[in-house]
């Protein structure tokens, strides 16, 4: 499965699998439930997808690795989530209260497409938790990424004036 996520709504905190099957199809587990959503980006942070027979619109704010996420439904009923990209190898959302953070390889994904415009670290740097490890220009904002725990930078997969996807790697920290 590919990214794993934590995601927030009214209180509650649900684990969910997320896998690009390719075609603007991605399949989701939501707590165990397999379901498929055909997703289309219709704007920046804007994205129009379709679970079944049910529609709708997902707005994206905020950088990783945690984003604020309003979906809107075809009936009108709003709801606010909070999604957060879960530390690899946490296996279920109530199982790390209180633990200290993986030591293992992290992966930093853009939280949004955009264009790499400053490239702070380099491969073999040390970083604190919360340092910033580069800047993202989106909708003509800068966005810092920042090292979500102390680590070393493992690996670097941009540069300076690269384009990137929302979801893409960038930065390997072990």
């Known amino acids: ?3 794993t996520y934590l995601v927030t709504l009214n209180q ?3 684990s969910v699998a997320v896998e690009d099957c390719g075609d603007g199809k991605l399949r989701a587990v939501v707590d165990g439930r397999e379901r498929t959503v055909d997703a289309r980006r219709i704007g920046a942070g804007a994205w129009s997808m379709i679970d079944g027979v049910e529609a ?3 707005e994206v704010d905020g950088v990783a690795p945690k984003l604020s996420v309003e979906v809107s439904h075809a009936d009108g009923e709003t709801r606010q989530a909070v999604v957060e990209i ?3 190898g946490v296996a279920d959302a109530g199982d790390d209260a209180g633990r200290p953070p993986p030591s293992g390889p992290t992966r930093v994904r853009a939280p949004i497409p955009g264009k790499v415009v ?3 670290v380099k491969i073999g740097d040390q970083v604190k938790a919360g340092q910033t490890l580069l800047v ?3 909708m003509k904002m800068e966005n810092e990424l920042r090292a979500p725990r102390a680590a ?3 690996a670097l997969s941009v540069s300076e004036g690269t384009a990137v996807e929302m979801g893409q790697e960038l930065v390997l920290l072990g």
Do not use: C, D, F, P
């Open 136 to 138: 993202l220009e989106a």
């Open 152 to 154: 070393a930078v493992l």
């Open 56 to 58: 709708r619109l997902v």
């Open 86 to 88: 879960a530390r690899e």
């Open 12 to 14: 509650r905190t649900y």
């Open 118 to 120: 400053k490239v702070l």
């Open 1 to 3: 499965m590919g990214e």
